[in-house]
């Protein structure tokens, strides 16, 4: 597994959003060189909305490499770029299928843990100019990941990529995005998902209110 890319951008205006004139920071580009990832971003990279988007775990956002190419032949044509769809990391070797959640991975000097699906929402559909496409990139199951920065560090395109720890019990990252957008889980199944070590505290709070919602969760109570 390998970093092909680190990419930042700063917050910026646009206008003609769904939601009229917004800042985000969505526009990445790729950089040169060593690179430090801290605690809450990368140096150079900042969130535009802390609400949606940042935090502890939501430090960093990582895409597949091989998803370009199934993005490529889907739309007809090739990404300008990396960063192209907002990521601060591009890997290769990795996908949301193989990666589950909680793994923690080291490159470089740093060490990331793998918290929650990346859920796009309206500037992705803006930037890509396709309509409906957070829907589009949702069904795909290639919603790349979010992580947690377990130790901070240097890296820089052409790093190495190690797993250091997996629970082999966890869920992967795409199935974890399909059983909150495209199927019903049983309570069981969403109590073992919130045991998860390293799953997001806003995904965990998410799925403890769905399982407060359950009928059979209401039976055991």
């Not at 192209?84 to 000097?109: Q, Y």
């Amino acid at each position: 597994m390998q970093l092909i890319s680190v990419n930042i951008a700063q917050p910026q205006e646009v206008s003609g959003t769904r939601r009229g004139a917004v800042r985000t920071a969505i526009f990445k580009r790729p950089v040169a060189g060593p690179v430090m990832i801290r605690t809450l971003n990368v140096d150079g990279d900042a969130q535009a909305d802390l609400v949606a988007h940042g935090g502890v775990d939501k430090a960093v956002y990582a895409y597949a490499l091989d998803d370009y190419a199934y993005w490529a032949a889907e739309l007809g044509h090739e990404a300008p770029g990396y960063g192209w769809f907002g990521e601060n990391l591009t890997l290769d070797g990795m996908s949301s299928d193989t990666v589950l959640v909680g793994d923690v991975f080291s490159m470089g000097a740093a060490v990331l843990q793998v918290t929650q699906p990346r859920i796009p929402c309206f500037k992705l559909e803006h930037k890509m100019g396709i309509r409906n496409f957070p829907g589009r990139f949702r069904r795909s199951g290639r919603t790349g990941f979010y992580l947690r920065v377990l130790e901070e560090g240097s890296v820089q395109a052409g790093d190495q990529v190690r797993l250091t720890s997996r629970n082999p019990a966890s869920i992967s990252v795409r199935d974890l995005s399909d059983s909150r957008h495209f199927r019903i889980s049983s309570a069981e199944e969403i109590e073992l998902i919130i045991a998860i070590d390293g799953l997001s505290a806003r995904w965990r709070s998410f799925l403890r209110g769905r399982l407060r919602r359950m009928p059979s969760a209401a039976k055991r109570s």
